[in-house]
T-cell receptor
Framework: QQQVKQSPQSLIVQKGGIPIINCAYENTAFDYFPWYQQFPGKGPALLIAIRPDVSEKKEGRFTISFNKSAKQFSLHIMDSQPGDSATYFCAASISGANNLFFGTGTRLTVIP | GAGVSQSPRYKVAKRGQDVALRCDPISGHVSLFWYQQALGQGPEFLTYFQNEAQLDKSGLPSDRFFAERPEGSVSTLKIQRTQQEDSAVYLC?????????????FGEGSWLTVV
């Protein structure tokens, strides 16, 4: 059973657009929600993370919006660039636990 | 080294063969994780070490999978009698401490193809 559900599977936007990737979870014990970026042939790299005590976190062009009551969180990429083309994974975990539960990934393509 | 180093990067194994995948974590990192990533999927947790102690192996899919980290640094993931369903990228990751709030750094993975 997929602990974290991610959509869409793929996304194509024009340069400067704002792609939005959505994730949903069921386990209310989750309290750490990171996003990872993965380029082909590379391992995932931490992009930004949020805890449920805030509804939004922004780092540079990347913003996480978090809706605790709906058990949903999303990644927004402002002013997207071709270099942002990659696969993005949301994840969730419980503090003190040892494993991250990943979504199935979203392949983002930013067209010049 | 500067990052998590994994070897071999690519491995083709015949079904039934044993394989060993090596991970060199970032120097001084206490925590080490192994994940399995099937094509087009997100990584799935296999096992976790804190120093040399294997504290969680709940994600290992069968008793053919075995991991060790005898001196609390380098780790080896061993797969015995490989099957086609074992074909995946095996990712190693490390972090400075055990708390998941700390950044986990992933290696580039070992791509295993079982034919």
């Amino acid at each position: 059973q997929q602990q974290v559900k991610q959509s869409p599977q793929s996304l194509i936007v024009q340069k400067g657009g704002i792609p939005i990737i959505n994730c949903a979870y069921e386990n209310t014990a989750f309290d750490y929600f990171p996003w990872y970026q993965q380029f082909p042939g590379k391992g995932p790299a931490l992009l930004i993370a949020i805890r449920p005590d805030v509804s939004e976190k922004k780092e540079g062009r990347f913003t996480i919006s978090f809706n605790k009551s709906a058990k949903q969180f999303s990644l927004h990429i402002m002013d997207s660039q071709p270099g942002d083309s990659a696969t993005y994974f949301c994840a969730a975990s419980i503090s003190g636990a040892n494993n991250l539960f990943f979504g199935t990934g979203t392949r983002l393509t930013v067209i010049p | 080294g500067a990052g998590v180093s994994q070897s071999p990067r690519y491995k083709v194994a015949k079904r039934g063969q044993d394989v060993a995948l090596r991970c060199d974590p970032i120097s001084g990192h206490v925590s080490l994780f192994w994940y399995q990533q099937a094509l087009g999927q997100g990584p799935e947790f296999l096992t976790y070490f804190q120093n040399e102690a294997q504290l969680d192996k709940s994600g290992l899919p069968s008793d053919r999978f075995f991991a060790e980290r005898p001196e609390g640094s380098v780790s080896t993931l061993k797969i015995q009698r490989t099957q086609q369903e074992d074909s995946a990228v095996y990712l190693c990751a490390s972090s400075r401490s055990g708390a998941l709030g700390n950044t986990i750094y992933f290696g580039e993975g070992s791509w295993l193809t079982v034919v």
